[in-house]
């Protein structure tokens, strides 16, 4: 079982930047156990992948419309993951969710993660 809150969201211009947090607490397994991705959703549409991280951090995956602006980081120590969003854009705006997949390979399917946050706001303007 995994618990997670994600904070960080807010309201920033075009080309500005933002970092997400997402801070879990688990039972039963290690946090680093589990694969971390963040996805986002507008309203209307499906939730979408953003990107993922493995147990150790050395494997990370993006969708192709942020690869190279936003960057996925973990912290097992502190139970922790983050997104930073560098040279944000109006369609970046979406409420961001952390999720947790407990199975070893990163993954873009939101299906394969059993754990949820329960999102943060973000609204990039124009």
């Known amino acids: 079982q995994v618990q997670l809150v994600e904070s960080g969201g807010g309201l920033v211009q075009a080309g500005g930047s933002l970092r997400l947090s997402c801070a879990a607490s688990a039972s039963g397994r290690t946090f680093s156990s589990y694969v971390m991705g963040w996805f986002r959703q507008t309203p209307g549409k499906e939730r979408e992948f953003v990107a993922a991280i493995n147990w150790s951090g050395d494997n990370t995956n993006y969708r192709d419309s942020v690869r190279g602006r936003f960057t996925i980081s973990r912290d097992n120590a502190k139970n922790t993951v983050w997104l930073q969003m560098n040279s944000l854009k109006p369609e970046d705006t979406a409420v961001y969710y952390c999720?947790?997949?407990?199975?070893?390979?990163?993954?873009?399917?939101?299906?394969?993660?059993?754990?949820w946050g329960q999102g943060t706001q973000v609204t990039v303007s124009s």
């Open positions: 999720a947790a997949r407990p199975w070893p390979m990163i993954s873009d399917n939101k299906a394969s993660y059993a754990y």
